[in-house]
């Protein structure tokens, strides 16, 4: 069925952030969107001016987590705004709604917000290069009720934010700090889903990493032997001539970003291994000289060249530069989200219907 969005604009417009010092999740733009859903289905889909959402203190979401969201983007087209890959982030988001016992968002809704949200605020998309509109599409248990169940009530809203890169306007290699005490998430638990609780199982280890000089952690499973993911990202490791990535399971993020690598990847009939891999087998590569290069993919950090591992009293050095991997995805998808060339896949989506 289709939805109307009703627009309510602010009359207390935001100042526009300086270019070139965005940072990421700092600013806000003007506007949200929201709906609700009652157990029967969505309804009440309006734009609104940004501000505090009330909430029951016995909410659902504040009390038994069902919290969950997805990471996209919008970039600046000749046009209007475009947005990546809207509908992959339609399904993941979906796929972390059965996880959870919420209510899947239909995809018309899906893109609906985005578009209507995207196009009030098209003047917050940042016009530099690297730079995007963050979109974080979000849904929450609303229900005032102590019982142990899913929630009746739910909110689906979207807030925007204007972001640099992740690491910085000028990122150098990252230094990743080997979790081998704690484990992010378990096989057989919600770790494939976009819940908040997998990234606040995350924290105290990324707070000791970071306070020990490491950008974030690299996380094993949970024996402690095979890489999953990063903090905020996929990884990939050159071995020769081969990209390996961890293969997708319950326990790991299907990042968007990561697909659309692997997609590039094999059109530059690069070989491609979806794989376990163990850090002892990384070890080994790297001392027979045969670990090329690593990085990490996500909506956040688009391609981010990892410098270094540090596997408990081990570290596997990387150096100081992206490598020719990394650097020729990292350059396609900035020159795609930059419109410097063409979109032959038909990831970018306008926000204007042509």
Same mark, same amino acid.
């Given at each position: 069925?289709p939805?109307?969005?009703?627009? /309510?604009?602010?009359?207390?417009?935001?100042?526009?952030?300086?270019a070139?010092d !965005?940072?990421?999740?700092?600013f806000?733009?003007?506007?949200?969107?929201?709906?609700?859903?009652?157990?029967?289905?969505?309804?009440g889909a309006?734009?609104?001016?940004y501000?505090?959402?009330p !909430?029951?203190?016995?909410a659902?979401?504040l009390? #038994?987590?069902?919290?969950?969201?997805?990471?996209?983007?919008?970039?600046?087209?000749?046009?209007?705004?475009?947005? =990546?890959?809207?509908?992959?982030? @339609?399904?993941?988001?979906?796929?972390?709604?059965?996880?959870?016992?919420?209510?899947e968002?239909?995809?018309?809704?899906?893109?609906?917000?985005?578009?209507?949200l995207?196009? %009030?605020?098209?003047?917050w &998309?940042?016009?530099?290069?690297g730079?995007?509109?963050?979109?974080?599409?979000?849904?929450?248990?609303?229900?005032?009720y102590?019982?142990?169940r899913?929630?009746?009530?739910?909110?689906? #809203?979207?807030?925007?934010?204007? *972001?640099?890169?992740y $690491?910085?306007p000028?990122?150098?290699p990252?230094?990743?700090?080997?979790?081998?005490?704690?484990?992010?998430?378990?096989?057989?638990?919600?770790?494939?889903a976009?819940?908040?609780?997998n990234?606040?199982a995350?924290?105290?280890?990324? %707070?000791?990493?970071?306070a020990?000089? $490491?950008?974030?952690?690299?996380?094993?499973?949970q /024996?402690? +032997?095979?890489?999953?993911?990063?903090?905020?990202?996929?990884?990939f490791?050159?071995?020769?001539d081969?990209?390996?990535?961890?293969?997708?399971g319950?326990?790991?993020?299907?990042?968007?970003?990561?697909?659309?690598?692997? /997609?590039?990847?094999?059109?530059?009939? &690069?070989?491609?291994?979806?794989? @376990? *891999?163990g850090?002892?087998?990384?070890?080994?590569?790297?001392? +027979?000289?045969?670990?090329?290069?690593? =990085?990490g993919?996500?909506?956040?950090? /688009?391609?981010? @060249?990892?410098?270094?591992?540090?596997?408990?009293?081990?570290?596997i050095?990387?150096?100081? %530069?992206?490598?020719e &991997?990394?650097? +020729?995805?990292?350059?396609?998808?900035?020159d795609? =989200?930059?419109?410097?060339?063409?979109?032959?896949?038909?990831?970018l &989506?306008?926000?204007?219907?042509?």
């Open positions: 069925m939805f109307d969005i009703q627009v /309510t604009r602010t009359t207390n417009p935001k100042p526009r952030p300086p070139g !965005l940072g990421f999740g700092r806000y733009s003007d506007h949200l969107f929201l709906a609700e859903h009652d157990g029967r289905g969505w309804s309006r734009i609104v001016p501000g505090p959402i !909430l029951d203190p016995a659902g979401a009390q #038994y987590g069902q919290a969950m969201f997805e990471g996209m983007k919008a970039v600046a087209g000749e046009h209007g705004p475009l947005l =990546f890959r809207p509908q992959m982030h @339609a399904r993941r988001m979906n796929a972390s709604a059965r996880r959870l016992c919420m209510p968002v239909p995809e018309e809704l899906f893109l609906g917000a985005l578009r209507a995207a196009h %009030e605020d098209a003047s &998309v940042p016009a530099e290069p730079a995007s509109l963050y979109l974080r599409p979000t849904m929450i248990a609303t229900e005032a102590l019982g142990v899913p929630s009746k009530k739910y909110l689906f #809203y979207v807030l925007a934010s204007p *972001v640099g890169n $690491f910085g000028r990122p150098t990252l230094r990743l700090w080997v979790e081998t005490e704690h484990v992010r998430a378990a096989r057989g638990g919600i770790g494939a976009k819940a908040g609780a990234y606040v995350g924290m105290a280890a990324a %707070e000791r990493a970071k020990q000089g $490491f950008h974030q952690v690299l996380w094993l499973d /024996t402690h +032997r095979e890489i999953e993911e990063a903090g905020t990202m996929n990884v490791f050159r071995i020769d081969t990209v390996v990535t961890p293969l997708l319950d326990s790991l993020l299907a990042g968007v970003t990561r697909d659309s690598v692997l /997609t590039l990847l094999r059109e530059w009939k &690069v070989k491609v291994e979806e794989r @376990a *891999v850090m002892a087998e990384l070890a080994e590569h790297s001392t +027979r000289g045969r670990l090329k290069e690593a =990085f993919t996500g909506t956040a950090a /688009t391609v981010s @060249a990892i410098g270094e591992l540090q596997w408990g009293q081990r570290s050095r990387l150096g100081d %530069e992206r490598g &991997v990394a650097e +020729r995805l990292y350059r396609t998808l900035v795609l =989200f930059g419109s410097r060339r063409p979109d032959a896949r038909g990831w &989506v306008p926000v204007e219907p042509s």
